[in-house]
């Protein structure tokens, strides 16, 4: 009997070290700011953005970083360089680090509210639509009428947007002009409220707010990440039931 114990007690054991040594399904960031945060789940879909977003993050690039570029209904942009060290009145956006990262398009990740995604170039001096190697924007964006896509799709867009995905761009809202244009690569899973907060802020003729606002980029701990995972999982399972 008391072998029978002992063996329950490995096995027991072993089940719990096992579990907590599992790792996330996902990298999750906390972006902290004057106007509140938010945690962003980082794809998997998207392994070149992402690495190179935790690479940033764990070298403690974007803190003091602004968000320089704010358009209401629009996106919230950041992680230009030279804004770390930027007068009020000095025009920001053009900072890099002197790389790019390829572009990354999945049909199935798009521009809804809440998603992370990379700024970039211009077409005429970037064919192939590759990324900035540190600047990306948080969509805020709007609710949209199926007429509204409508004309989006014929005026703005090469393609018809997914039935699936329309109904979130009419519930959620978001910016399907820029969908298979520019790299999506996250999404807000916690605390867009931050999103509307900094979009509401006033701005400059040149879009970036008049108080700045400077942010500071985290990786949530595995311990962190897998306690979110199951609040989320928990939220997710209410929502269906």
């Not at 906390?30 to 106007?35: A, E, N, Q, R, V």
């Not at 990324?131 to 896509?149: A, R």
């Not at 004309?151 to 867009?157: C, F, I, L, P, W």
């Not at 947007?161 to 399907?176: A, F, L, M, N, S």
Request: charged share 25%.
């Amino acid at each position: 009997m008391a072998s029978m114990k002992k063996i329950l007690f490995l096995f027991l054991s072993l089940c719990f070290i096992q579990a907590y040594a599992a790792k996330p399904k996902h990298t999750y960031v906390k972006i902290s700011t004057t106007k509140g945060e938010c945690i962003v789940k980082l794809y998997n879909e998207t392994p070149l953005h992402r690495d190179n977003f935790i690479k940033l993050a764990k070298e403690g690039f974007y803190n003091g970083t602004l968000f320089h570029r704010v358009i209401k209904a629009f996106m919230i942009q950041g992680g230009d360089p030279d804004s770390k060290t930027a007068k009020p009145d000095a025009s920001l956006g053009g900072g890099d680090l002197g790389y790019t990262v390829p572009a990354e398009f999945r049909d199935s990740l798009f521009h809804k509210k809440g998603v992370l995604a990379a700024a970039r170039e211009g077409d005429a001096s970037n064919p192939t639509k590759a990324s900035s190697s540190s600047q990306f924007y948080l969509v805020q964006g709007k609710v949209f009428t199926d007429s509204l896509l409508d004309v989006t799709e014929s005026k703005r867009m090469k393609f018809k947007i997914p039935e699936w995905q329309r109904q979130v761009y009419k519930t959620i809202g978001g910016t399907p002009h820029l969908d298979r244009n520019y790299t999506v690569y996250g999404e807000v899973v916690k605390g867009l409220e931050m999103i509307d907060a900094i979009a509401a802020e006033p701005t400059n003729p040149g879009d970036r707010p008049k108080t700045d606002i400077p942010m500071t980029v985290t990786i949530l701990k595995k311990r962190e990440a897998k306690k979110l995972e199951k609040e989320l999982a928990k939220n997710a399972a209410k929502q269906h039931t």
